[in-house]
């Protein structure tokens, strides 16, 4: 018998910023939603010659990590860094080392393929005779492609000295930090935590998902009668979670539940009747002690795969009919996997702060089959409430809500 869940007390997002193909900052990523200008392009991504559309994050060739962040150098973390760089992030965080000290901060990161790019390139120029990779990439394994380098490159920028670690289950892997940094919270291993995720472009994901049909060959067009697959893009993203009574404040975006649930159906496809999803859902609402009637907004997982869309409506539909509004953000972004979970949560957080919901962009006719209430076209008004899914490859779902204090 499982135990219960439990309700929690709010987290509040009281710093959080976003780097998509969108811009740097959350004011670009707002501005697109707000005007509906997607960042996906053509696929010009290395050498790559695949007919699909990439959410690729500009500058990240003009430039390298240098002096005591050299041996961390990669695309992966160079677009960590410029994450760091955006919204006052990196002041907020010194700010709260001076309230909690270095010690007592979490962080918690979340990516699918880390720096893996660096060993692909090495992999190309390996000796012809031995197989041998090449010396200069040896000694650097450990600060790019190594799981644990984007935990230890975050930790080592901001200087902290508290919990770190980094999760990997795909799509849902920077969901799943706000699970983890919550229980960190809740046992007193630390009083605040840096939640976030970073994944960046790389030969293995685009030609692995090309090879398992899934990539669109346009701009993805989540909930579409005639969507053909997802797009995929790059993002670096962070929140920094502190409990509501150290900090105050209302008005604040918070976390308020999560969900967590592993279908361990099939290696790739979720459960065809999304019971895994509808149980992340079911336990978000209960720690956040909410109904599923005071849910305003769902910013669904919206993959524009046809699976993964039609599986994700039957879970949604299933509990909370076609009440709430309904939509994908991947339109803008494209899938950006590792980094999906906090990018929509970001994203959800804007839509609370500043009273919209973004329609699905490039939907054009809503598939027939789908019975939630899909929007199309961005909708202004309060939001209070929103729920923000992203569901992984091996039934990893994770599913949050977020809310105003």
């Not at 992999?123 to 005779?129: A, E, N, Q, S, T």
């Not at 935990?151 to 706000?178: D, E, H, M, N």
């Not at 919206?302 to 599986?311: P, W």
């Amino acid at each position: 018998m499982p135990p219960s869940i439990q309700p929690m007390a709010p987290l509040l997002l009281s710093a959080y910023t976003l780097v998509t193909a969108n811009g740097r900052g959350v004011g670009p990523v707002l501005e697109a939603l707000r005007t509906r200008r997607s960042g996906l392009t053509p696929c010009d991504f290395e050498d790559v010659t695949l007919k699909t559309y990439i959410g690729r994050v500009a500058g990240l060739e003009e430039f390298s990590l240098d002096h005591d962040l050299a041996p961390f150098d990669c695309r992966n973390n160079r677009l960590a860094w410029l994450g760091l760089q955006q919204d006052g992030f990196m002041v907020a965080v010194a700010e709260a080392k001076q309230r909690y000290g270095a010690h007592r901060i979490a962080v918690v990161m979340g990516t699918s393929t880390s720096g893996i790019l660096e060993t692909e390139h090495a992999y190309r120029v390996r000796d012809p005779l031995t197989d041998e990779l090449p010396e200069w990439y040896r000694p650097r394994y450990r600060y790019t492609h190594n799981m644990f380098s984007l935990g230890y490159f975050v930790r080592t920028c901001l200087g902290l000295k508290g919990p770190a670690l980094v999760i990997s289950t795909a799509c849902s892997s920077s969901a799943k930090v706000f699970a983890t940094a919550a229980r960190l919270m809740q046992t007193g291993l630390c009083d605040a935590a840096i939640v976030g995720g970073v994944d960046s472009l790389c030969l293995t994901t685009l030609y692995g998902f090309s090879a398992l049909q899934l990539l669109s060959t346009g701009p993805c067009r989540p909930c579409d009668e005639d969507r053909d697959g997802l797009s995929l893009g790059e993002a670096a993203g962070y929140a920094l979670l502190e409990a509501s009574d150290k900090v105050g404040g209302r008005g604040t975006v918070a976390l308020l539940g999560y969900g967590e649930s592993t279908d361990g159906y099939h290696m790739s496809h979720p459960h065809p009747e999304g019971v895994g999803a509808m149980r992340a859902i079911k336990d978000s609402l209960i720690r956040a002690r909410l109904r599923p009637e005071q849910v305003e907004y769902v910013n669904l997982h919206g993959t524009a795969t046809v699976a993964n869309d039609s599986v994700e409506d039957k879970a949604v539909y299933g509990l909370f009919g076609a009440r709430p509004a309904c939509s994908s953000t991947k339109g803008w972004t494209g899938h950006t996997l590792g980094a999906a979970g906090i990018t929509e949560a970001v994203i959800s957080a804007l839509c609370l702060t500043h009273g919209f919901m973004p329609g699905t962009l490039n939907c054009r006719r809503v598939d027939g089959s789908l019975k939630s209430r899909i929007l199309r076209e961005n909708q202004t008004g309060s939001v209070s409430c929103v729920l923000s899914n992203i569901f992984g490859f091996g039934g990893n779902n994770c599913s949050l809500v977020l809310g105003k204090l």
